[in-house]
């Protein structure tokens, strides 16, 4: 297994064992779907099989990855139960005595578990922004539950930013000063913008990384956890992180800890951004983009099978496919940029 350092290495499609024709097909499918894609990237046992940039988009273009924020959130919360400073079993309540006069007696049953598994139990999620003229830990402990803590799993962004705020109780730094010490640096990511709440990172969303620090991340996790000789967060608890604690109703997947889990691992944020890892095939594929659609079926119908087939003899140029992946998507940005902009 390589660890990139700066640059990534680079392995061809034969090296990876992987069908060329249908990666082209990829390519072909969503230029006819005219997706939205700004970045892709596919690395096989840390190798770089390919990458593929839209117009204005590059390897150093950093971007909110929405809901992908909350797997590093979670790889966070691992090193301090690694470190033995918190426990998952923890009440949550024992780390906000100081901020709230009054709560709901039912959140004296919900433990640090229930956050990470978004069985707060919650009948909707009220993190719509943070007023800063609102106490934001009394409105959460305010929230009448519909549910028992543990029974009922409800996607709840609020969940991720009281995760947040414990890291910072329990070692006096944002999530993201903490990640710096204990993972960017490891796995060579420069210190990235996470967008925050008073001294505290969002934990939900908000992160702003580039397409190869998020393969870098999804690397670090089909390594379960280690990097060259540096173990940044234990394969134990990466085992329960990514275990299916709770099935997620409008879908096949389940929710490990602020990790989707099928047949692959996934973190996932609003508008298509992924870092899937397979360790099927010993890959990680991950995809920035501004898109409505689904579009995870690429990953399905295309790489997976790819690497299902293999390696097939062909005059296919991948790196043709490409480059008009950048020229074709340029109307498409343009449009976006122009939407997003007015």
Not at 139 to 150: A, D, H, M, R, S
Not at 242 to 261: C, I, M, N, R
Request: charged share 25%.
């Amino acid at each position: 297994m390589v660890f990139p350092k700066s640059e990534f290495n680079k392995k061809s499609c034969r090296d990876a064992n992987i069908n060329k024709h249908l990666l082209a097909e990829m390519f072909e499918r969503i230029e006819k779907e005219k997706y939205n894609i700004h970045s892709m990237i596919l690395l096989h046992e840390g190798s770089l099989v390919f990458d593929a940039y839209a117009h204005k988009f590059f390897e150093n273009t950093t971007s909110n990855v929405y809901s992908v924020s909350k797997s590093f959130l979670s790889v966070a919360i691992g090193i301090l139960v690694d470190l033995k400073l918190l426990d998952l079993d923890n009440p949550v309540l024992f780390y906000f005595t100081q901020d709230i006069d009054n709560y709901l007696p039912e959140y004296e049953k919900l433990k640090v578990s229930h956050l990470l598994t978004m069985t707060v139990g919650q009948e909707k999620d009220e993190f719509i922004g943070i007023d800063p003229q609102i106490n934001p830990f009394k409105k959460f402990f305010n929230i009448p539950l519909k549910n028992e803590p543990g029974e009922v799993f409800l996607y709840n962004n609020f969940a991720s930013f009281i995760l947040s705020v414990i890291v910072t109780k329990i070692t006096g730094k944002s999530v993201n000063d903490f990640l710096n010490e204990k993972l960017y640096k490891v796995i060579h990511i420069e210190k990235p913008v996470w967008d925050g709440y008073k001294q505290y990172s969002l934990g939900c969303t908000g992160l702003r990384i580039t397409l190869n620090d998020m393969v870098r991340f999804g690397h670090l996790i089909l390594n379960d956890g280690k990097w060259e000789d540096s173990q940044v967060v234990s394969k134990e608890y990466l085992d329960k992180a990514t275990d299916k604690h709770v099935a997620e109703p409008s879908s096949p997947l389940f929710y490990g800890y602020h990790f989707w889990v099928g047949k692959f691992v996934m973190a996932a944020g609003l508008y298509k951004q992924y870092v899937v890892v397979d360790k099927r095939y010993n890959i990680v594929f991950a995809m920035q983009a501004y898109e409505e659609r689904e579009v995870i079926e690429i990953y399905y119908n295309y790489i997976v099978k790819a690497m299902e087939r293999g390696w097939e003899i062909s005059n296919i140029s991948l790196r043709e496919y490409v480059r008009n992946f950048q020229i074709n998507s340029q109307k498409l940005i343009e449009k976006e940029l122009n939407e997003r902009t007015n």
